[in-house]
């Protein structure tokens, strides 16, 4: 099998650091070539002693006709704003790319400018595809530009969707609360994620505001085949990394805690990342971290008439890079799995 040469753009934050270990144990990349604009020059394994003896790579400064010129696939790891910019140059020059920021998840021009203001490359939004390989997996592999899910709607989007395709709830009854480690704020140094500010504390931020809300609205609206509007709001935890989603929406038609767990588990009964749970466990961070799965759970309120579903993801993994090496994966027609077969990580 061919290998394929790979760059990373934004290597050296969390997201980058990520998908950097992970690409250098699968057996069919080869990692050529990885920017930090702030580090260039220096040695990924200097930088990170965990990488000694793995690889031999210097970080560069972004230059795209390097990426065009030496790589097959170019992963971004950017910000939004500047992503857009970079990867619409990749995408001309005939690479494919898999875009971890938020410029390419809305379809829409007048919501990326709403939520994020002047989108840089407009006409590349219709030939994005949303990067949830379970709900998207034809497209996918078919794409040329991917956009990789947020860490908060790759969770509640895959708790939902079975439910919202089939009926089973109110798509107006949707209310989300959602909790995060630290790690989804990025590496750069912002007083809310310092550690004295966010040790033994727990707070909610961006009520009703979040920049991820449109993306989980769009995503489930399809899934229902109606506008879908929901209330979101999520929380920071003292712990490194993994989300837990607690979604709760009104059934419709009468169900049972065992009956919803049978919706889950036959729509997901092929996939190799969305672990359902039985009747009686629940979802923790801790049996994900480390690894591209997808946890969870489920519980019928008989008293209200809610069905309530939990979702636990590493943030970083499956919210974040390796769902990024799946859509590789995908693009690549490889199987799915190559590379991304580890189990979580213990403690």
Same mark, same amino acid.
């Given at each position: 099998?061919?290998?394929? &040469?790979?760059?990373?753009?934004?290597?050296?934050?969390?997201?980058?650091?990520?998908?950097?270990?992970?690409?250098?144990? !699968?057996?069919?990349?080869?990692?050529?070539?990885?920017?930090?604009?702030? /580090?260039?020059?220096?040695?990924?394994?200097?930088?990170?002693?965990? /990488?000694?003896? +793995?690889?031999?790579?210097?970080?560069?400064?972004?230059?795209?006709?390097?990426?065009?010129?030496?790589?097959?696939?170019?992963?971004?790891?950017?910000?939004?704003?500047?992503?857009?910019?970079?990867?619409?140059?990749? $995408? +001309?020059?005939?690479?494919?790319?898999?875009?971890?920021?938020?410029?390419?998840?809305?379809?829409?021009?007048? @919501? %990326? &400018?709403?939520? %994020?203001?002047? !989108?840089?490359?407009?006409?590349?939004? +219709?030939?994005?595809?949303?990067?949830?390989?379970?709900?998207?997996?034809?497209?996918?592999? +078919?794409?040329?530009?991917?956009?990789?899910?947020?860490? %908060?709607?790759?969770?509640?989007?895959?708790?939902?969707?079975?439910?919202?395709? *089939?009926?089973?709830?109110?798509?107006?009854?949707?209310?989300?609360?959602?909790? #995060?480690?630290?790690?989804?704020?990025?590496?750069?140094? $912002?007083?809310?994620?310092? /550690? @004295? *500010?966010?040790?033994? #504390?727990?707070?909610?931020?961006?009520?009703?505001? !979040?920049?991820?809300?449109?993306?989980?609205?769009?995503?489930?609206?399809?899934?229902?085949?109606?506008?879908?509007?929901?209330?979101?709001?999520?929380?920071?935890?003292?712990?490194?990394?993994?989300?837990?989603?607690?979604?709760?929406?009104?059934?419709?038609? &009468?169900?049972?805690?065992?009956?919803?767990?049978?919706?889950?588990?036959?729509? %997901?009964?092929?996939?190799?990342?969305?672990?359902?749970?039985?009747?009686?466990?629940?979802? &923790?961070?801790?049996?994900?971290?480390? #690894?591209?799965?997808?946890?969870?759970?489920?519980?019928?309120?008989?008293?209200?008439?809610?069905?309530?579903?939990?979702?636990?993801?590493?943030?970083?993994?499956?919210?974040?890079? #390796?769902?990024?090496?799946?859509?590789?994966?995908?693009?690549?027609?490889?199987? *799915?799995?190559?590379?991304?077969?580890?189990?979580?990580?213990?403690?």
């Amino acid at each position: 099998m061919k290998t394929l &040469k790979v760059g990373i753009a934004g290597a050296t934050g969390y997201t980058g650091i990520e998908l950097l270990r992970i690409l250098l144990n !699968h057996p069919n990349v080869e990692v050529v070539l990885a920017t930090s604009e702030k /580090f260039a020059g220096k040695k990924v394994a200097d930088l990170f002693p965990y /990488f000694a003896g +793995k690889t031999s790579l210097v970080l560069e400064e972004l230059n795209d006709g390097e990426i065009a010129k030496r790589c097959d696939v170019a992963f971004s790891c950017l910000p939004h704003h500047s992503a857009a910019e970079h990867v619409a140059s990749w $995408v +001309k020059a005939g690479l494919k790319a898999v875009d971890l920021s938020a410029d390419f998840r809305l379809q829409s021009v007048d @919501s %990326y &400018k709403e939520w %994020y203001g002047d !989108h840089a490359a407009p006409g590349l939004l +219709k030939d994005a595809v949303y990067g949830l390989c379970e709900t998207h997996r034809d497209k996918i592999k +078919k794409a040329k530009l991917v956009a990789n899910p947020g860490c %908060y709607p790759t969770g509640t989007i895959l708790a939902l969707t079975p439910f919202l395709k *089939e009926k089973k709830i109110d798509p107006d009854s949707i209310v989300v609360d959602a909790k #995060s480690g630290v790690s989804g704020a990025g590496r750069s140094a $912002v007083l809310e994620s310092l /550690f @004295s *500010e966010v040790n033994e #504390s727990v707070h909610a931020y961006k009520v009703g505001k !979040h920049r991820h809300t449109p993306e989980i609205e769009q995503e489930l609206s399809r899934a229902a085949g109606r506008p879908v509007v929901i209330s979101f709001t999520p929380h920071l935890i003292p712990m490194d990394r993994g989300i837990l989603s607690t979604i709760y929406a009104k059934a419709v038609g &009468k169900t049972s805690t065992q009956e919803t767990l049978a919706v889950l588990s036959s729509f %997901y009964k092929d996939e190799p990342f969305v672990r359902i749970l039985p009747e009686g466990s629940l979802p &923790k961070t801790k049996n994900v971290r480390g #690894s591209n799965v997808c946890e969870i759970g489920a519980h019928f309120d008989s008293r209200t008439g809610r069905i309530v579903l939990i979702a636990a993801i590493d943030n970083l993994m499956k919210g974040a890079a #390796s769902q990024a090496v799946q859509n590789l994966n995908l693009l690549s027609g490889w199987d *799915e799995k190559t590379g991304l077969s580890l189990p979580a990580w213990a403690p």
